[in-house]
Each structure stands twice: as C-alpha cells, then as structure tokens.
C-alpha cells in the first residue's frame, strides 16, 4: 500500500511558470525524499529532506517538510519543458533507512 | 561512474513460466532493493538485500525471491507467473538508505 498522497495528480504549466506539488504521509518519518521519473523508466534522485530539517534547496528545487503535518511540498521554480515528468514522494517510514514508501506521483507537463 | 544496470530490459513470458531478473548495483553499494510498479498499484517494496542478506521484505507472496551475491549483484526471481505481474521492476542501490537511492532503468516484465 502506499504511504502518501500527491496533490495534485497532474499538473499543466507554461515553460518559465513555477510548478508546485504536495505530498501528504501517514507514519513518523526518518526522511523524506522526491524522484523524478520520465516516461516509464527508472526514477532520479532529486533531493532528500530529513525529519529535523524544514527546508531544502538544490538549484531549481525547494523541498519544505512540515512534519506535524505529515506533509511536503516540491517547488520547481522557472520550469522547462525537459522537467515533464512524473515526480514522486517517498519516505522511509520504518526508521531502519531500509524502504521507501512511494506516494501516487504528480503528472507534470511543462508546455513551451 | 557506471550506474545501476538491469537486464533485461524488456521481458515477455507466458503464464506459469518463471523469471530471474538481474541487478548490478554502483560500485561500492552494499545495498540492493527492488521495487515493482504498476499503474494500478504504483511503486510498491518488493525487498532490500545487505551483504548478502535479506534485511526486509515487503508484502507480496512467496512466488516472489531474491538474492545477492558477494560481489553485490543482485537477482529477483517470479515464479509460477500470473497476468498480474506484468510491471516494471526496479532495482535500487544505495550507499546508505538516508543518502538516497540510485535507480536502474527497469524490466519490463509482461506476462501473457
């Protein structure tokens, strides 16, 4: 089962506009962590945010945690067309860093 | 430095056959995980493999096993196929789980 919800499922944007999403969780985290994955294939490590951090930046990205929330958020500021993808959320709920728990994706498609 | 390598790539099978997949994690990764995706069910844990061991298993039923070797390398094995899984399999290598993970490309395994 999965341990998270992203919102929204999909997004549509223009090239230069800033994409958001959101991730909700159920269980206490270890960290929090964001993939990309393009059409099918494998997923690419964007960035990772640990339980006592609330904010991270890696170049176009910002990742926010708010865990008594149990949510985070991933900004991608001035999209591009080659950042269409899906993104995920995972967490790694067990504390051991062993599994991650996927959450159900967010569709971004950036129009040039 | 070379990445994470899957083969197959792409698998047909016939229900009731069985199937191994292959996974060489980074150099210097001692951990492996595989996950299976599917668009109904999204990403799922399969198991993740340290040393040799199998530290964690997820929740799929026993047709499904694996293995690591000693130089890390890593195979899945599906027997007794059913249409149902039919997915993309992923394979991860981390150095250590609260760094990230580091995904191959996948198998698509589809059973007729």
């Known amino acids: 089962s999965q341990q998270g919800e992203e919102d929204p499922q999909a997004l549509s944007i223009q090239e230069g506009e800033n994409a958001t999403m959101n991730c909700s969780y159920k269980t206490s985290i270890n960290n929090l962590q964001w993939y990309r994955q393009n059409s099918g294939r494998g997923l690419v490590h964007l960035i990772l945010?640990?339980?006592?951090?609330r904010e991270k930046h890696s170049g176009r990205l910002r990742v926010t945690l708010d865990t008594s929330k149990k949510s985070s958020s991933l900004l991608i500021t001035a999209s591009r067309a080659a950042d269409t993808a899906s993104y995920f959320c995972a967490t790694d709920p067990s504390g051991s860093a062993r599994q991650l728990t996927f959450g159900s994706g967010t569709q971004l498609t950036v129009l040039p | 430095k070379a990445g994470v390598t899957q083969t197959p790539r792409y698998l047909i099978k016939t229900r009731g056959q069985q199937v191994t997949l292959s996974c060489s994690p980074i150099?210097?990764?001692?951990?492996v995980s595989w996950y299976q995706q599917t668009p109904g069910q999204g990403l799922q844990f399969l198991f993740e493999y340290f040393s040799e061991t199998q530290r964690n298993k997820g929740n799929f039923p026993g047709r499904f096993s694996g293995r690591q070797f000693s130089n890390s390398r890593s195979e899945m094995n599906v027997s007794t196929l059913e249409l149902g899984d039919s997915a993309l399999y992923l394979c991860?290598?981390?150095?250590?789980?609260?760094?990230?993970?580091?995904f191959g490309s996948g198998t698509r395994l589809t059973v007729v």
């Open positions: 991860a290598s981390s150095l250590r789980g609260d760094y990230g993970y580091t």
């Open positions: 945010i640990r339980s006592n951090e």
């Open positions: 150099s210097g990764h001692r951990s």
